[in-house]
């Protein structure tokens, strides 16, 4: 059994870096597609990329509820390291997570298994972070939406292979949906709700 002595360390130094992750994040949501990179922790659990475990230390805590795919949930010691670390409760029921780690992206589930939230409350739907193979090479998806200026063009390599068909159903739910953010090691994409797919290329 592991110890809180043997699991990795976070930030070396939480405050900055909590900072520049979180400045890198928003500048992600503010402008869709575009790649931004985070500060990645010091040392992390195995199945996590080093993004994923920067935006968890930034952005997860007590009031945060969060659900893991089988792969992280099946790891040793990812669990024990975020309640550590952030305090978050790991759940097991996907509809009131607050956010969705997914490290084997082939695996996501339906988005409707999510919180979608409501048009009072919009805010308490789940972002979900996805681990992805690259995002710099790859298919080119080109997209719309606010804070884009015209077409932006993301190249990278995704699964599932039908994740932006699956995110289209966020035009029917707005206000409500699923944010969305790509973590490939250190770098991250964030595809919000309000963001479309305008066109894919080779």
Same mark, same amino acid.
């Given at each position: 059994m592991t110890t809180v002595a043997e699991l990795p360390a976070g930030f070396a130094d939480k405050v900055l870096s909590a900072q520049a992750t979180f400045r890198s994040v928003m500048d992600a949501m503010a402008r869709p597609g575009s790649v931004q990179r985070v500060t990645a922790g010091s040392g992390v659990p195995g199945a996590m990329m080093r993004g994923a475990a920067a935006i968890a230390l930034t952005l997860f805590d007590h009031d945060t509820p969060v659900?893991?795919?089988?792969?992280? +949930?099946?790891?040793?010691?990812?669990?024990?390291?975020?309640?550590?670390?952030?305090? *978050?409760?790991?759940?097991?029921?996907? +509809?009131?997570?607050?956010?969705?780690?997914?490290?084997?992206?082939?695996?996501?589930? *339906?988005l409707d298994r999510f919180a979608l939230g409501s048009n009072e409350y919009p805010d308490r739907s789940t972002t979900v972070i996805l681990q992805v193979e690259s995002l710099t090479q790859g298919t080119a998806f080109e997209l719309r939406g606010p804070g884009i200026d015209g077409t932006a063009v993301l190249r990278a390599t995704l699964q599932p292979a039908d994740l932006f068909d699956r995110l289209a159903v966020n035009a029917s739910l707005f206000p409500r949906g699923i944010d969305l953010v790509l973590v490939a090691d250190d770098a991250v994409v964030a595809i919000p709700r309000t963001t479309r797919l305008a066109a894919k290329g080779d």
């Open positions: 659900w893991l795919d089988p792969l992280m +949930s099946g790891t040793p010691d990812v669990g024990k390291w975020l309640k550590f670390h952030t305090g *978050a409760p790991v759940i097991a029921d996907s +509809s009131i997570c607050s956010f969705a780690l997914v490290g084997d992206a082939r695996a996501l589930p *339906a």
